[in-house]
């Protein structure tokens, strides 16, 4: 992956808000939006979400699931060209209390100040989605596969 690629990947990871997340129900793919943060060195994306909601549920019974972080539609001729990375990768649950819950609460506030109601419901925890492998499309004719290290590697972007 050439270096420009690499940081429209970097910024689309940082820039971006909400993901689309894919979990797998009654034998097919289910998608749902999500808001989501990121670890640094993007090693782990996380989620907090309610376990009422169905993804959550799929999430509880089969932890395999994807990420799909897209650039926002412009209005673009062609919104082909739009960059967007699909991240594969393992789900689990963080409970309140583990060891770095509080950074990831401070973390998600940080980004978004309105959520601070959710952390008073009980149904609500983080989850760690951390990357097994994906596909990142940086425009027209540039797409790459992408790996868990490929994207630590492009965090210092």
Same mark, same amino acid.
């Given at each position: 992956?050439?270096? !420009? ?7 689309? #990871? ?5 993901? $689309?997340?894919?979990?797998? =129900?009654?034998?097919?793919?289910? +998608? ?9 060195? %993007?090693?782990? %994306?996380?989620? %907090?979400?309610? =376990?009422?909601? !169905? ?13 799909? #972080? ?9 919104? !082909? ?6 991240? =594969?990768? *393992? ?13 990831? *609460?401070?973390?998600?506030?940080? =980004? ?7 952390? $008073?419901?009980?149904? %609500?925890?983080?989850?760690? #989605?951390?990357?097994?492998?994906? @596909? ?5 004719? *540039? ?8 994207? +630590?590697?492009?965090?210092? @972007?």
């Amino acid at each position: 992956m050439d270096a !420009q690629s690499e940081k429209v990947l970097a910024q689309l #990871i940082r820039n971006t808000r909400i993901a $689309s997340l894919g979990t797998w =129900r009654d034998d097919y793919p289910q +998608v749902s939006m999500v808001a989501y943060i990121y670890a640094e060195d %993007f090693s782990a %994306f996380h989620i %907090f979400v309610s =376990r009422l909601a !169905q993804h959550t549920v799929d999430m509880e019974k089969y932890n395999r699931v994807s990420l799909h #972080i897209c650039e926002t539609d412009d209005g673009r001729e062609d919104p !082909q060209t739009l960059a967007r990375v699909s991240i =594969r990768g *393992k789900a689990e649950n963080i409970q309140i209390g583990e060891p770095g819950y509080t950074p990831l *609460k401070e973390q998600y506030l940080a =980004r978004f100040p309105e959520s601070e109601r959710l952390f $008073s419901l009980s149904d %609500f925890s983080f989850w760690r #989605i951390t990357p097994r492998g994906g @596909r990142y499309v940086a425009g027209f004719a *540039k797409a790459f596969n992408i790996t868990a290290d490929s994207l +630590v590697n492009v965090s210092s @972007r």
